[in-house]
């Protein structure tokens, strides 16, 4: 058995976190069964306000939804929080007072540097907990958390080996210094000058003997993805598991260019039908979920990439919410996986895979 791990007042059982995935992958009933298993189970925010009012037949917008959402990932006991992406500006700061407000365990913020993540709200008991690929990120981070008074909870150093969007230029994926384990060191003599908060790295941790060996290399905890995404509580649709459990290594790709919206690398499943029309220049442009926008030159969230220059982008609110079994006939779906993802071979319960990841051999 691993030992515990303390993130500001809350203590894992076990140092595994599962990652939030979003749209709509990661909700209540994963990151409640993660939690009740030990661990900390962590929602996406993307896109709550349409999930949720789908789900229950009533309007929610992103305050209420994310309240809601929290409040159920909790209600099984243990530690629970949200993932909310920097990404998604319009809605980042109803997501975060929502989550703080419904007493999340932690907030874990990437997509994009968490800048002014403390000064929106009083965190109370919430853990801050921002997510880097670099040590230069980490440092940028810390000394602006500074001057709000602020220090990291934990942070997550994210390698380029993980699902969803990831930190690093195209070029810059397969580089030896870009490996997680050599990442680490640096990250964690930043995070040892600004008071000594727990690191945890993610991407391409797939075994108990992964996470060993990651904790003997001086994390202090893992964060996972894609082991979670084939799971029985995900809320990926069939569609999606089955993909997952047919891909092979080469059926992986990082896609750039058609790429996503967010200006960052993003792995995919290279048959998932968005990316494959992507390819193709075949998807007409469309906007009509609007959580990618930047603001135009009024200051206002206008403008959307995808819809700009539909040669180079795909439209990553449909293809993701198409995934989690929103709009799956209007829409086709976008399967983002970790490199790991050729691995999978049966979909788990949440609390088989804890067992295996525990070693517990139940
Ligand atoms: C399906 C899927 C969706 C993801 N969505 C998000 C997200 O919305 N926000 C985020 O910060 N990370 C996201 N990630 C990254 C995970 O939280 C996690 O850090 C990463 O997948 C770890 O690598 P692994 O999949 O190899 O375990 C996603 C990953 C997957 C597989």
Known sequence: MFSSLKIKNCTLEVPIIQGGMGVGVSLSPLASAVAAEGGAGIISSAALDRLLSKRYNKKFNTYEATYAEVSLAKSKGGVAGINIMV???????????????????????????????????????????????????????????ERQGYRPDAAVLEGPLAGGHLGFHFDQIDREENRLENLLPPVKDVARKYGDFPIIVAGGIYTHEDIKRFLELGADGVQMGTRFLATVESS???????????????????ADNPGSPCGLPFRVLKESPMYVDAL?????????KGYVLLKDEEGRFTRCPAKESNESYFCICNGLLSSAGYNPDKEKPLYTVGTNAYRVDRILSVKELMNELKNTGV
């Open 87 to 145: 990404a998604l500006m319009r809605d980042y700061e109803a997501s975060v007072k929502g989550a703080i407000d419904a007493g999340a365990d932690m907030i874990i913020s990437g997509a994009g540097l968490p800048l002014s993540l403390p000064s929106i709200q009083k965190p109370k008991d919430t853990a801050l907990i921002p997510i880097v690929s670099s040590a230069r990120a980490l440092q940028i981070i810390c000394r602006k958390w």
């Open 236 to 254: 990926a649709t069939p569609e999606y598991k089955e993909a997952v459990l047919r891909a092979r290594r080469e059926d992986i790709v990082v």
């Open 280 to 288: 193709h220049r075949r998807r007409p442009p469309r906007c009509d």
